[in-house]
């Protein structure tokens, strides 16, 4: 039997307005983000520490905080709004790339960064292995799109800070 009440656990926001300048897209929310209602709450998670050390945020903000980076320009979503977890975990029938192609339709953010390359081949349709890092090939019905290694500390093996200064050059430069 499926818990209605444990359902609310498994969803994050959309941290959405029109005209982002930046709006990171992952995968699912981890069972930890969904359990406190924040983006990238693991402990282990890079992420936050990411964007300040690459020069996206002045300052290393909190989980807690994420809303507050609206004011920042940068927004927040996930392929799939229903499930938690690690991205084996997440079941095929709640990914919504139509859905999210859709928000990104609506609200038109000037870049959207895939925190991992799970996601992104999620949302290509094609092996994460045919999904290359860092800024990639313009498709004229998308804002830029980058594929940044995944800050999630289960994937501690393939990290690199590189795409993620890469990804800060190019907001920096399209201010």
């Known amino acids: 039997m499926f818990d209605v009440s444990n359902a609310t656990l498994h969803r994050l926001p959309d941290q959405l307005l029109p005209n982002l300048r930046l709006v990171f897209v992952g995968t699912a929310a981890s069972t930890r983000s969904a359990e406190l209602g924040h983006y990238y709450a693991h402990p282990g998670n890079r992420f936050w520490r990411a964007i300040h050390e690459a020069g996206i945020t002045p300052r290393r903000y909190q989980p807690r905080e994420f809303g507050s980076l609206l004011e920042l320009g940068i927004g927040f979503t996930d392929l799939s709004k229903s499930g938690a977890g690690m991205d084996h975990q997440i079941a095929a029938e709640t990914i919504d790339v139509p859905g999210f ?62 795409p993620w200064r890469e990804l800060a050059a190019w907001i920096a430069a399209t201010k």
């Open 101 to 162: 192609r859709a928000k990104m339709e609506t609200y038109r953010p000037r870049t959207i960064a895939f925190t991992s390359k799970k996601a992104a081949s999620l949302f290509y349709g094609r092996p994460s292995s045919g999904i290359a890092l860092g800024r990639q090939q313009r498709d004229e019905s998308l804002p830029e799109v980058f594929v940044l290694p995944s800050p999630s500390g289960a994937a501690s093996g393939h990290w690199t800070l590189e």
